[in-house]
Nanobody, 124 residues
């Protein structure tokens, strides 16, 4: 069974910083892409940033220059460093992993997995 656990959310003033982390565990064979998404009240879930297994990154225009995504392949962890936070960054942040799992000890299966979400609130 695969589980993604996210942490690091909290309350911060505008202009402040937070660092989110997410660790995948379970019967994981290989992790392809990982990423962060967010959902504000009354809004659809949107992409924040992604990172490939090789380290290539992609960011939403709204966070470019302020957020940095990184990963530690040895620990199956993806992080999001958030600087210069704005009130409009307030949302529940979800981590995501596209990965392959062991099946019955002999085969493999691909799938898309999500963490439980962590609340980020930017307010003065």
């Amino acid at each position: 069974q695969v589980q993604l656990v996210a942490s690091g959310g909290g309350l911060v003033q505008p202009g402040g910083s937070l660092r989110l982390s997410c660790t995948a565990s379970g019967n994981i064979f290989y992790i392809n892409d990982m990423g962060w998404y967010r959902q504000a009240p009354g809004k659809q879930r949107e992409l924040v940033a992604t990172i490939t297994s090789g380290g290539s990154t992609n960011y939403a225009d709204s966070v470019k220059g302020r957020f940095t995504i990184s990963r530690d392949n040895a620990k199956n962890t993806v992080s999001l460093q958030m600087n210069s936070l704005k009130p409009e960054d307030t949302a529940v942040y979800y981590c995501n992993a596209d990965l392959w799992t062991y099946e019955n000890g002999v085969g493999y299966a691909g799938g898309d997995y999500w963490g439980q979400g962590t609340q980020v609130t930017v307010s003065s």
